[in-house]
């Protein structure tokens, strides 16, 4: 009888094994992040709770088990100290051959509430770091790292790849801590695989002065640091795409990178004129030390844009990177280093209608545009970090920056009272070519002591900046005052030349020392000189037909220096849940003007202080309150301070005024953020109200001819109030996660008007809700909801209230309908209600879809994409001001079809 047992045990085994499947793992502790040596790993039947197999781990934690294939089985996983691991026929487990991490949460991490899943703490907060450890959260295998941001909590990403945290835009994306192109994230977001990082770390940047010494200079940066897997740090990867669509539209681009251990090489092109790739370029502010000491970069010059594409017009782009940075042993610590060209060509047309309310009468205008704008930069920058020896270090930053622009503006418009009374007719042409050079240099020293806490440190910063151009202006204005016929006739044929050079120079040293255990004193003191000349000529047309002949009137020459000694005290008193700091800074700053030309000097002696206070709480890891306040003057752009007549735009004449005051801005701010990770729970709210006292508006006058003179004064009596709440959480069944935003921002403005004050008040409400939930490798579905309300209102007795509702809706849909196959689908749905004057229907329906189909898995695919479906992009914005609504019908980017080539090259470790 026992052996016909035995002979059965063994068929009935065979038979059992026929249907398992071998799957080789893992244990590890999420905390310490350290595999678990004799860890149990339990398999039962869900049906009758039998044991099926079972396993211990060895030293690396590794373990292999028997999983059949068509039960319904539990997997625990048990370790003194840790909380078991439960999961039912957990899907990341039961491929064939693939090795799988389970990580085990140690029980007293569970009693604070630092564990958003069972498998692993998602979300921690260290200090002011927000850390989110990546493979907790459910991704698709080849996800980027742009599609793994929009499952974390907190962390929106729009269309264009713009990332956003809190409310605030994100303006670098740091990799292992160092930049990697970084004035333009998405060159790392949609290029990096998500599988490749660690932890993503959000965090508001501080100077790395600040960093060091612990004193708040007030500049900070919403900022991601992208950690990389040990095994992500060696091999190479690259992507490239080249896609052909109707129209005459192109799109082409190529990544490429290369890691070594502490060495990043990389490498990017795109050829583009789509408007989805390298056109996220964040304008750096390497000018001067942003201390309010000194005046901003910004300089005036004959054209209006910005350099960077809007999403207005056609954009035609070409620009090539590379990037080069690693790390080694003393002296020399490492080196970073970013070269850039960039070049871009845009093609816009736009009809604006703006309505004037001024007091007593209301004026209607239409402007035809068309615009041609090219820009051409040439950029580089290196940082070098050198340790001097065991208590001291010295980083050298060097940059350097040459950008050629030119425009073309054909401009046409028409002025009416009441849209019946004719006032003028205006035909204008502008044609610009300038450059600018921007080259700068930083040293910053510093030491720690002996003695903890004990530090000092000294910054050098030098920095010349020069703008050179050169434009013509031809303009006919016929003024009708209300007649059918025009009564005058001005028009302005003029070459216009403009020269600025500005040189400055900062020092700054700052000494910490601990007068308590958990006290310490912060001295400050500095020095920063600026020096800056502006020559700004306008030539008339002579009878030699050159420009030679100079309008005194529209010219001016012009010196501004500015020499301020700073000095301060800040003490600091930190504990485990609370940290206050308090202090002040006080420069004394003597600004020294110069009208060239009319030989006028203006010498002025300012006493500006900084004051600072600040309380951050933190009753536990995952809570923190943070009370601020921060005064700081703010000294007003060189182009407002500038005694000329600018009559680049006829219609609409700027003056400078050199009598302008500095401006204290008053700020108080209320931080709060709250996580609970084992539900799934994120709140975070932020609350500012800034005060100026002496802030800059305008003063503005519009003769009856509709002629209108701007000029900057000084007022009182503006304020801001800001306030943004972020709640996130997951619903258990289905599993839906749920994100709420709230903004409100109410504003205060003064000006004047024909000589009458007028307050404005703008109030703006919105709140968003998205819903998400997605099954990796199989569909993704997501949708935003937003709905805002505008208000507009000033004490004009003729103006009208200006309110409108705002509501859109973004729905977006992914499916793997094959595993070589992805068929993607979005849409944007929004409606504007009419105010007066505009009553237009203004509704926006974009509907995007595409193809994705793999011929080689992981390496080469082919996707088939439509752009706008409907062909119903309408490109319009509008815009409330203090006196005016302004709305504007642009040309933009509409339907095409694109078929597209993607090639992935990946030699990474264990990427998976």
């Known amino acids: 009888m026992r052996p016909v047992l035995f002979i059965f045990a063994v068929l009935l085994g065979s038979n059992a094994f026929s249907q398992t499947t071998q799957v080789k793992g893992s244990v590890l502790d999420s905390f310490n992040n350290v595999a678990l040596e004799n860890a149990t790993i339990k398999i039962i039947r869900s049906k009758d709770s039998i044991l099926i197999d079972f396993a211990r781990t060895n030293k690396t934690g590794y373990f292999e088990l028997m999983i059949p294939k068509s039960e319904k089985f539990i997997l625990i996983c048990s370790y003194p100290g840790f909380v078991d691991y439960i999961e039912q026929n957990p899907e990341s487990i039961t491929a064939e051959g693939k090795i799988s991490k389970v990580y085990m949460t140690p029980q007293r991490l569970v009693l604070q509430e630092v564990v958003v899943r069972q498998q692993i703490g998602a979300i921690r907060m260290r200090g002011d770091t927000t850390e989110y450890k990546v493979d907790s959260f459910k991704l698709s295998r080849d996800a980027t790292v742009e599609?793994?941001?929009?499952?974390?909590?907190?962390?929106?990403?729009?269309?264009?790849?713009?990332?956003?945290?809190?409310?605030?835009?994100?303006?670098?994306?740091?990799?292992?801590?160092?930049?990697?192109?970084?004035?333009?994230?998405?060159?790392?977001?949609?290029?990096?695989?998500?599988?490749?990082?660690?932890?993503?770390?959000?965090?508001?940047?501080?100077?790395?002065?600040?960093?060091?010494?612990?004193?708040?200079?007030?500049?900070?940066?919403?900022?991601i640091n992208l950690k990389l897997?040990?095994?992500?740090?060696?091999?190479?990867?690259?992507?490239?795409?080249?896609?052909?669509?109707?129209?005459?539209?192109?799109?082409?681009?190529?990544?490429?990178?290369?890691?070594?251990?502490?060495?990043?090489?990389?490498?990017?092109?795109?050829?583009?004129?789509?408007?989805?790739?390298?056109?996220?370029?964040?304008?750096?502010?390497?000018?001067?030390?942003?201390?309010?000491?000194?005046?901003?970069?910004?300089?005036?010059?004959?054209?209006?844009?910005?350099?960077?594409?809007?999403?207005?017009?056609?954009?035609?782009?070409?620009?090539?990177g590379l990037h080069y940075d690693n790390k080694?042993?003393?002296?020399?610590?490492?080196?970073?280093?970013?070269?850039?060209?960039?070049?871009?060509?845009?093609?816009?047309?736009?009809?604006?209608?703006?309505?004037?309310?001024?007091?007593?009468?209301?004026?209607?205008?239409?402007?035809?545009?068309?615009?041609?704008?090219?820009?051409?930069?040439?950029?580089?920058?290196?940082?070098?970090?050198?340790?001097?020896?065991?208590?001291?270090?010295?980083?050298?930053?060097?940059?350097?920056?040459?950008?050629?622009?030119?425009?073309?503006?054909?401009?046409?418009?028409?002025?009416?009272?009441?849209?019946?009374?004719?006032?003028?007719?205006?035909?204008?042409?502008?044609?610009?070519?300038?450059?600018?050079?921007?080259?700068?240099?930083?040293?910053?020293?510093?030491?720690?002591?002996?003695?903890?806490?004990?530090?000092?440190?000294?910054?050098?910063?030098?920095?010349?900046?020069?703008?050179?151009?050169?434009?013509?202006?031809?303009?006919?204005?016929?003024?009708?005052?209300?007649?059918?016929?025009?009564?005058?006739?001005?028009?302005?044929?003029?070459?216009?030349?403009?020269?600025?050079?500005?040189?400055?120079?900062?020092?700054?040293?700052?000494?910490?020392?601990?007068?308590?255990?958990?006290?310490?004193?912060?001295?400050?003191?500095?020095?920063?000189?600026?020096?800056?000349?502006?020559?700004?000529?306008?030539?008339?047309?002579?009878?030699?037909?050159?420009?030679?002949?100079?309008?005194?009137?529209?010219?001016?020459?012009?010196?501004?220096?500015?020499?301020?000694?700073?000095?301060?005290?800040?003490?600091?008193?930190?504990?485990?849940?609370?940290?206050?700091?308090?202090?002040?800074?006080?420069?004394?700053?003597?600004?020294?003007?110069?009208?060239?030309?009319?030989?006028?000097?203006?010498?002025?002696?300012?006493?500006?202080?900084?004051?600072?206070?600040?309380?951050?709480?933190?009753?536990?890891?995952?809570?923190?309150?943070?009370?601020?306040?921060?005064?700081?003057?703010i000294q007003p752009l060189l182009h407002q301070i500038q005694p000329l007549y600018n009559n680049i735009d006829p219609l609409n004449i700027v003056v400078g005024n050199p009598s302008l005051k500095p401006t204290f801005n008053s700020t108080f701010r209320i931080m709060y953020i709250k996580f609970q990770p084992l539900k799934q729970k994120s709140l975070w709210a932020d609350l500012s109200y800034l005060i100026p006292n002496q802030g800059i508006s305008t003063n503005e006058s519009i003769d009856a001819s509709g002629k209108r003179q701007i000029q900057f004064i000084n007022v009182n009596g503006n304020r801001v109030f800001k306030a943004l709440v972020n709640y996130n959480f997951q619903i258990k069944e289905p599993k839906v996660g749920v994100g709420v935003n709230t903004t409100v921002n109410n504003a205060v403005f003064q000006s004047i008007i024909n000589n009458e004050e007028v307050t404005t008040r703008n109030n703006q409400y919105q709140i968003s809700v998205g819903l998400s939930k997605s099954k990796p490798n199989k569909w993704e579905f997501n949708i935003s909801n937003s709905i805002s309300y505008n208000r507009n209102a000033s004490n004009l007795k003729s103006t009208k209230v200006i309110d409108y509702w705002l509501y859109s809706v973004q729905p977006l849909l992914e499916v793997h309908a094959t595993k070589k196959m992805r068929i993607h689908t979005d849409g944007y749905l929004m409606f504007r209600s009419s105010v007066p004057g505009f009553t237009q229907d203004r509704s926006l329906l974009l509907w995007n879809a595409w193809i994705d189909q793999k011929i080689i898995v992981d390496k080469l695919s082919i996707r088939g994409s439509v752009n706008d479906i409907l062909n119903n992009n309408n490109g319009l914005t509008r815009l409330l001001g203090n006196s005016y609504v302004i709305q504007s019908k642009f040309n933009t980017i509409r339907r095409y079809f694109m078929i597209t080539a993607y090639l992935k090259i990946n030699h990474t470790r264990n990427l998976k």
Do not use: C
């Open 147 to 223: 599609e793994m941001l929009r499952v974390l909590p907190g962390i929106q990403v729009d269309s264009k790849g713009v990332i956003s945290v809190q409310g605030r835009r994100v303006k670098q994306v740091l990799v292992d801590g160092e930049e990697f192109f970084s004035e333009d994230p998405t060159l790392v977001t949609q290029n990096f695989k998500a599988a490749s990082i660690d932890k993503v770390q959000v965090f508001d940047k501080k100077s790395d002065q600040a960093a060091f010494t612990g004193i708040d200079d007030g500049k900070r940066s919403k900022t």
């Open 229 to 320: 897997k040990e095994t992500a740090k060696q091999g190479h990867f690259g992507n490239s795409q080249i896609g052909v669509g109707n129209e005459s539209f192109y799109d082409g681009r190529l990544f490429f990178s290369k890691f070594r251990k502490k060495e990043k090489f990389a490498v990017y092109s795109i050829y583009s004129n789509t408007g989805t790739a390298g056109l996220s370029e964040n304008e750096e502010d390497t000018y001067g030390d942003n201390t309010g000491l000194g005046f901003s970069s910004f300089y005036h010059q004959l054209d209006d844009w910005s350099g960077v594409y809007g999403g207005q017009g056609i954009p035609y782009l070409k620009t090539i």
């Open 328 to 633: 080694w042993e003393s002296p020399f610590k490492g080196l970073n280093s970013n070269l850039k060209y960039y070049q871009l060509n845009v093609k816009e047309r736009d009809t604006l209608d703006i309505n004037y309310n001024l007091p007593g009468k209301t004026l209607l205008s239409r402007v035809f545009q068309d615009k041609d704008y090219k820009l051409e930069r040439k950029k580089v920058n290196s940082v070098i970090d050198v340790q001097l020896d065991s208590t001291s270090t010295l980083k050298i930053s060097l940059y350097g920056e040459d950008i050629h622009k030119t425009t073309l503006l054909r401009e046409a418009s028409q002025l009416s009272e009441s849209g019946d009374k004719m006032l003028n007719i205006s035909n204008r042409h502008l044609s610009t070519d300038g450059s600018t050079t921007t080259l700068s240099g930083s040293a910053l020293w510093r030491k720690r002591f002996q003695k903890k806490g004990r530090t000092v440190s000294l910054n050098f910063l030098w920095n010349r900046f020069s703008n050179d151009g050169e434009g013509y202006i031809n303009s006919e204005i016929k003024f009708y005052n209300g007649m059918s016929t025009p009564q005058t006739i001005q028009s302005v044929d003029q070459l216009k030349t403009n020269e600025f050079i500005n040189r400055s120079i900062n020092v700054k040293a700052i000494y910490t020392e601990p007068l308590l255990p958990k006290t310490s004193l912060i001295i400050n003191g500095g020095f920063q000189k600026d020096d800056a000349t502006a020559q700004r000529l306008s030539f008339d047309r002579s009878s030699t037909n050159k420009y030679d002949l100079l309008d005194s009137f529209y010219s001016n020459e012009y010196t501004f220096k500015v020499t301020s000694g700073l000095g301060g005290l800040q003490l600091v008193r930190s504990e485990k849940k609370r940290s206050v700091s308090v202090g002040s800074d006080i420069a004394i700053t003597k600004f020294d003007q110069l009208d060239i030309g009319k030989a006028e000097n203006t010498n002025r002696n300012f006493v500006n202080w900084y004051p600072k206070a600040s309380l951050n709480l933190v009753p536990n890891p995952n809570n923190s309150i943070v009370l601020s306040y921060t005064g700081a003057t």
